[in-house]
């Protein structure tokens, strides 16, 4: 089987019909899906069931509660997938109908591990837009993943969507577990960390285009204003200490992962001025984050004024940012 397509759902009723027919409709016809619901408490359960009536290339798992977190279920799929090539596909997401065979191309043209895809933005009401596409130069190409990991740092690059060799897509799992779980995943945040790995790891990576549409969705948690969106501070830290303990303190990575963190700091102490019902939790954590800011690693690369306020120290910092806002 050549691919193995993973999909985590959870509460996804109102866009999965429309990611299952994106599927159906493909021009390459050898995948299975491996769609784990998370504890659904809406119609997915059904919708699943349905369609695995309709097509046994769908393997379904239903997990008896939600995990709380997009990595666990995804983990799952990815460990019981028997295809060569790991596919990512979310719930609420869907591609073009020559997606997986465009992946395919890409991949037999190159020899690469990974092919990565474009990314569109999918709104309600609008047609898709370009959100995520490389330079015209990477296209074709084989590129060493070592070289193009700085790419996911500060702001993504590349889109993170495509195929992956299942034995390296099964490595990064295990090289997750032993470079960022000291504690268990929290959330989708950490899915990022894992594609990064990915890139890292891989001998080669190409890019193709081939479409993924990506859904923005207003109250999805990685776009809502709400405690689970802060744990995106913790994947940062983690991601930090990663590129720390990997390449050094003074290396290029670690500085563009503390200056993501940085950016994302200013972000979250933002909202806490803007919100001011967000949970002790929310606080403590952006304290947590800002401590670990190392502003000497981010010298030059940030805005001098807002390296200078952080200098001043968390309670200053907050407090200036709140009048800032009210000016």
Known sequence: MRFSIVTPAYNAAAYLPQMLDSLRAQSHTDWELRIVDDGSTDATFSIIAEAVEADRRIKPRYLPENSGSCYLPRA??????????????????????????????????????????????????RDPEPLLSMEEKYYGECLPGAGMFPLTLDRWRVSGVGATARLLALASLEAFDAEFAERKPRGIFDNENLTRLDILMAESVTFCKAN????????????????????????????????????GADSEAYRLSQRQLFHHVIEFMRFLN?????????????RKAFEALDLRAVKGIVSPRYRLLMKAGYPVAIRLLRLRKAK
């Open 212 to 247: 993924y549409f990506y859904r923005e969705v207003s109250d999805s948690v990685s776009r809502h204003i709400s405690p689970r969106r802060f744990e995106l501070l913790d994947a940062d830290m983690d991601l930090v200490e990663f590129c720390r303990h990997r390449f």
């Open 76 to 125: 799952i799929a990815m460990r019981e997938a028997e295809g060569e090539y790991i596919v990512n596909i979310d719930a609420d997401d869907m591609v073009a109908p020559d997606y997986l065979a465009t992946l395919e191309r890409a991949l037999l043209t190159t020899g690469a591990d990974i092919a990565y895809a474009d990314m569109l933005s999918l709104r309600e009401g």
């Open 274 to 286: 803007r919100y001011p019902t967000l949970p002790p939790a929310s606080h403590d954590l952006t």
